[in-house]
């Protein structure tokens, strides 16, 4: 049973930072690429950001980037999200899912196989 838990949200103000994990179990995480999605309330699910597997590359949303870093730690099957200079409109849930796609496609929240039960970021200003 594949398992996706993330933890380090909360509440922070603007221009602080956090840093968010998401624990994998029952995949074999070296294979998937993982990713980070948020979601505001009354609007869509956003892409935030996906890491691969083996090259390590790194992909990042435009309203993110320079801000936010993803890595991930194979050994621990952990991925992380380092924050910083929140904003306001950072305010959403997060959620982390991983993926086989190997393409262009892991922009969209679509093609993840597997996702977290999500973590509350809430950015005061």
């Known amino acids: 049973q594949v398992q996706l838990v993330e933890s380090g949200g909360g509440l922070v103000q603007a221009g602080g930072s956090l840093r968010l994990s998401c624990a994998a179990s029952g995949l074999t995480f070296s294979s998937f690429t993982m990713g980070w999605f948020r979601q505001a309330p009354g609007k869509e699910r956003e892409f935030v950001s996906f890491?691969?597997?083996?090259?390590?590359?790194?992909y990042y949303g435009d309203s993110v980037k320079g801000r936010f870093t993803i890595s991930r730690d194979n050994a621990k099957n952990t991925v992380y999200l380092q924050m910083n200079s929140l904003k306001p409109e950072d305010t959403a849930v997060y959620y982390c899912?991983?993926?086989?796609?190997?393409?262009?496609?892991?922009?969209?929240?679509?093609?993840?196989?597997?996702w977290g039960q999500g973590t509350q970021v809430t950015v005061s200003s």
């Open positions: 890491i691969r597997t083996s090259s390590g590359r790194k």
């Open positions: 899912a991983a993926t086989r796609d190997y393409s262009s496609a892991s922009y969209y929240d679509t093609v993840y196989d597997y």
